[in-house]
């Protein structure tokens, strides 16, 4: 069994970690008053939903609810106070497994909801993990909503961020996911998931310790891939996708360690990095990977983007590490992923 979650940053990663999202009054037909920012469809391998909902039905049940946020609503997770691995290709997760994630508004005030077939599959694992304890709808005083809601094979999760909201507003954002939710699960149907060469496989196949401390000259790095806590999200992630989370850090212990770069991964997700656009975004070349950019994520942080065959790398310099370039270890990833290396060693 894989262990726990993940690096979290901001006062209220918790709550996220624990993969609640909140909603509004459905109408997956109406006409929503926000635009939508579409999701990447035009490249080979694009995720299909299981169900016909989509973000735009999404956008309308919360403007309703919620009343208009700034800014385009996003068809990814969002990261205002998230796991330090969000950004890239985590907040694609819930379409490789045939979900959706939509998400608006600003750190202040926003929401962000994920519809998810095989609700069943998931809170199992999830559950046998620590990281799911059941239904859950509520809004507490100070403006923060968290919604949990089942129904068939569906799992709709939301949160809500909004200082004007409070559990008075609970029923009415029930009523609108438990829309959603029947929504989905009337139009529930059979989707392909690809296959991916490194979908399941263990950290050191992307990069070992020793090969990182040659790149920064360190005398010891250490590979952490064993976390504390659990979500859906995270389920969603390792589980369903196989995707990973790898974290190069001075010491074993994540907590206590200087960390130097977290590798996470999208299988199936060179349609997601066909779309990226990054803060200081720069084509740059990888020997061994198809195309490759660096640029800087939502945090401020360095990044290169790797797409490898039909899969999407991220590499992301943590803060206080020193690296500034981090092409040379993206070859290296990148050469890695083309040798059979026996036991993944």
Same mark, same amino acid.
């Given at each position: 069994m894989?262990?726990?979650? @993940?690096?979290a940053i901001g006062a209220a990663a918790v709550l996220v970690l624990a993969g609640c999202a909140p909603e509004p009054e459905v109408a997956p037909t109406g006409t929503p008053t926000a635009d939508v920012t579409p999701a990447p469809t035009t490249g080979p391998g694009a995720p299909t939903p299981a169900f016909d909902v989509d973000c735009a039905d999404v956008a309308a049940a919360m403007t309703s609810a919620v009343g208009e946020v700034e800014g385009d609503v996003a068809e990814v997770l969002g990261v205002w106070s998230s796991p330090s691995w969000y950004p890239g290709p985590a907040q694609h997760m819930f379409q490789r497994a045939g979900g959706i994630a939509c998400s608006a508004g600003t750190t202040e005030r926003n929401w962000e909801v994920t519809i998810l077939p095989g609700a069943a599959e998931t809170i199992t694992g999830a559950e046998s993990r620590g990281g799911y304890?059941?239904? +859950? *709808?509520?809004? +507490?005083s100070g403006g923060y909503c968290f919604f949990q809601l089942v129904d068939g094979e569906v799992l709709v999760s939301a949160t809500v961020v909004d200082p004007e909201k409070g559990p008075d507003d609970t029923a009415t954002l029930e009523e609108g996911l438990r829309g959603?939710? *029947?929504s989905a699960v009337a139009s529930l149907r059979e989707v392909e998931?690809? =296959? #991916?060469?490194? *979908?399941?496989?263990?950290? #050191?196949?992307? @990069?070992?310790? %020793? +090969? @990182?401390? =040659?790149?920064i000259d360190a005398a010891e790095v250490h590979v952490v891939d064993a976390f504390g806590g659990w #979500?859906?999200?995270a389920e969603v992630y390792? =589980?369903? %996708?196989? #995707?990973r989370i790898c974290y190069y850090a001075s010491e074993g212990d994540e907590y206590a360690a200087q960390g130097y770069v977290i590798l996470t991964t999208l299988p199936g997700g060179a349609w997601a990095f066909d779309e990226l656009e990054l803060d200081d975004q720069e084509e740059v070349v990888v020997e061994g990977a198809e195309a490759a950019l660096t640029g800087v994520d939502e945090l401020g942080r360095q990044v290169l983007d790797l797409r490898a065959g039909g899969d999407w790398l991220r590499l992301t310099a943590v803060q206080g590490s020193g690296i500034d370039d981090?092409?040379?270890?993206? *070859?290296t990833v990148a050469e890695d992923l083309s040798v059979a290396r026996p036991g993944g060693q």
């Amino acid at each position: 069994m894989r262990p726990r979650v @993940l690096l979290a940053i901001g006062a209220a990663a918790v709550l996220v970690l624990a993969g609640c999202a909140p909603e509004p009054e459905v109408a997956p037909t109406g006409t929503p008053t926000a635009d939508v920012t579409p999701a990447p469809t035009t490249g080979p391998g694009a995720p299909t939903p299981a169900f016909d909902v989509d973000c735009a039905d999404v956008a309308a049940a919360m403007t309703s609810a919620v009343g208009e946020v700034e800014g385009d609503v996003a068809e990814v997770l969002g990261v205002w106070s998230s796991p330090s691995w969000y950004p890239g290709p985590a907040q694609h997760m819930f379409q490789r497994a045939g979900g959706i994630a939509c998400s608006a508004g600003t750190t202040e005030r926003n929401w962000e909801v994920t519809i998810l077939p095989g609700a069943a599959e998931t809170i199992t694992g999830a559950e046998s993990r620590g990281g799911y304890y059941g239904e +859950e *709808a509520r809004c +507490e005083s100070g403006g923060y909503c968290f919604f949990q809601l089942v129904d068939g094979e569906v799992l709709v999760s939301a949160t809500v961020v909004d200082p004007e909201k409070g559990p008075d507003d609970t029923a009415t954002l029930e009523e609108g996911l438990r829309g959603l939710a *029947a929504s989905a699960v009337a139009s529930l149907r059979e989707v392909e998931v690809p =296959e #991916s060469a490194v *979908a399941g496989v263990d950290c #050191s196949r992307f @990069l070992t310790a %020793n +090969e @990182l401390a =040659e790149h920064i000259d360190a005398a010891e790095v250490h590979v952490v891939d064993a976390f504390g806590g659990w #979500s859906i999200p995270a389920e969603v992630y390792q =589980e369903r %996708n196989g #995707s990973r989370i790898c974290y190069y850090a001075s010491e074993g212990d994540e907590y206590a360690a200087q960390g130097y770069v977290i590798l996470t991964t999208l299988p199936g997700g060179a349609w997601a990095f066909d779309e990226l656009e990054l803060d200081d975004q720069e084509e740059v070349v990888v020997e061994g990977a198809e195309a490759a950019l660096t640029g800087v994520d939502e945090l401020g942080r360095q990044v290169l983007d790797l797409r490898a065959g039909g899969d999407w790398l991220r590499l992301t310099a943590v803060q206080g590490s020193g690296i500034d370039d981090l092409t040379p270890i993206g *070859a290296t990833v990148a050469e890695d992923l083309s040798v059979a290396r026996p036991g993944g060693q």
